[in-house]
């Protein structure tokens, strides 16, 4: 922006020439500062934006925000007691059938009497007592013999039966699954669980061979949970990275309320995206990656908006902060609709007022400007679930189930090989699945490893 001279121009002429160009020699340099002092403002403004980022003003993990920095909570101030107020549901201890009962009878009252009727005594109390019993392993030998043929004079060999060929029975291998996928414990945990608890001396190698075992057992529930996916008619997808040996792949997750189905590609890319949900056609639930954009019948996630326009309310400069934070509580009040559907009028001026705010910041060439576009691009996406009663305007269903998958990797690093990541795929689908239908996964482990044994068709009617 060019300086105005505070002299008219008759003044300037009869300046002298050499206090003329020193004066013009001040204003070049005057208007570079200017220019340098403009653009180290913009780049300390994005170095500020990208530290202040968290899990609340954008899409990172909440396991990455500093402990430092997390915001304290403030306790609300209450004259009620703490724990269960009256007339909450009681979770108590349940009483489970016994496998030994015994009869405590009274032996003394307080006057000194020692002698009761039997015939009077009635139950008034029932006391539970739970305890592990000690852990005896059943240890089979099978003893093969042999004989010469009478006939022949050959030798004749016994052969183990199919389903007991395998060192370790079904509940066994069961077991080790269970602490491996569903517990995610790593094959060194599971190797001294089992000799700590189990007193049964395994190497890590043939732990792994159990868990391979585990894997095909799975394969046919993993095949019907991808089946029940791939036919629903609304799904949440979402995607994390994964590593395999140290290479990038990801992580893909298609929930919804009756099953999660999980698939680890190379890839985030269409053919990804295509084979996971294979000839699916229904309502899509997901965040604002440029894949999803083009399904035709899909419902955005609010709360990424929410975290965008959160992330501008956060912002030094009053035009954005003030922008962000009427589009936060806009969107927040249409995240509200999900439980309370507005009345015509509400809803007329809701929408009146929202298309007018992101319509006035649509040229603007700021983050405000960025996030009003996207906002528009996305506006027929925005209410779906306004339209279709199930659908949730968020896509926090296909997030949490991709949680745990974050912290195996965390944990683990990845997998090392394609066998890997089928175990990982299966044991996950079958975790989120029984969590989902509040089902143990034990008993589903024993009866897959069951089948796998018997080269049957282990249950599916559960799914």
């Not at 300046?15 to 160009?21: D, G």
């Not at 190497?203 to 792994?208: E, L, M, V, W």
């Not at 993993?222 to 990275?241: L, P």
Request: aromatic share 10%; charged share 30%.
């Amino acid at each position: 922006m060019a300086l105005k001279r505070p002299f008219s121009e008759l003044d300037w002429l009869q300046t002298p020439e050499m206090v003329r160009h020193y004066i013009m020699y001040l204003e070049r340099t005057l208007d570079d500062m200017q220019k340098q002092v403009e653009s180290h403002e913009k780049r300390i403004e994005k170095l500020e934006v990208s530290t202040q980022k968290n899990s609340h003003n954008s899409s990172k993990p909440p396991s990455s925000d500093p402990p430092f920095a997390k915001k304290q909570r403030k306790q609300k101030k209450s004259n009620r007691s703490k724990g269960g107020q009256k007339g909450h549901k009681a979770h108590q201890q349940q009483i489970l059938d016994p496998t030994d009962s015994k009869w405590l009878m009274p032996k003394r009252c307080s006057c000194g009497n020692t002698h009761f009727d039997p015939k009077q005594m009635q139950p008034f109390y029932v006391h539970q007592r739970i305890e592990l019993p000690k852990i005896e392993m059943e240890v089979s030998h099978f003893i093969l013999q042999q004989c010469d043929c009478p006939n022949c004079g050959k030798t004749v060999k016994a052969q183990l039966p199919p389903e007991q060929a395998t060192g370790y029975g079904p509940r066994f291998t069961a077991l080790v699954g269970e602490l491996s996928g569903i517990k995610a414990m790593s094959r060194n945990d599971v190797k001294q669980f089992c000799e700590s608890v189990l007193q049964i001396p395994i190497s890590t190698g043939t732990i792994q061979k159990l868990v391979d075992r585990n894997a095909e057992a799975l394969l046919p529930v993993y095949d019907e949970i991808g089946r029940i996916a791939r036919s629903f008619w609304c799904n949440y997808i979402d995607e994390t990275s994964w590593f395999r040996e140290n290479d990038l792949h990801w992580l893909w997750a298609m929930v919804n309320e009756r099953v999660a189905f999980y698939r680890i590609d190379p890839h985030r890319s269409k053919e990804a995206f295509d084979h996971l949900i294979q000839d699916w056609q229904g309502i899509l639930v997901s965040d604002g990656y440029g894949l999803y954009r083009k399904w035709v019948n899909r419902q955005t996630c609010l709360a990424h908006l929410i975290r965008k326009a959160d992330a501008l309310a956060e912002r030094k400069k009053a035009d954005l902060r003030r922008f962000g934070e009427i589009i936060a509580g806009w969107l927040r009040q249409l995240v509200h609709f999900a439980k309370e559907p507005p009345a015509p009028k509400k809803w007329s001026d809701f929408y009146t007022f929202f298309l007018f705010t992101v319509t006035l910041w649509e040229s603007d060439e700021t983050d405000a400007g960025r996030l009003a576009r996207q906002i528009i691009r996305e506006i027929d996406n925005l209410w779906v679930f306004m339209d279709h009663e199930g659908v949730e305007p968020t896509n926090n269903r296909a997030e949490r189930a991709l949680r745990f998958g974050v912290l195996w990797r965390k944990r683990s690093l990845g997998t090392q090989s394609e066998k890997g990541n089928r175990w990982v795929e299966r044991v996950l689908s079958l975790r989120e699945t029984c969590r989902i239908k509040a089902k143990a996964t034990f008993p589903v482990l024993v009866d897959c490893v069951k089948a796998y044994f018997q080269k049957s068709i282990p249950d599916l009617a559960w799914i």
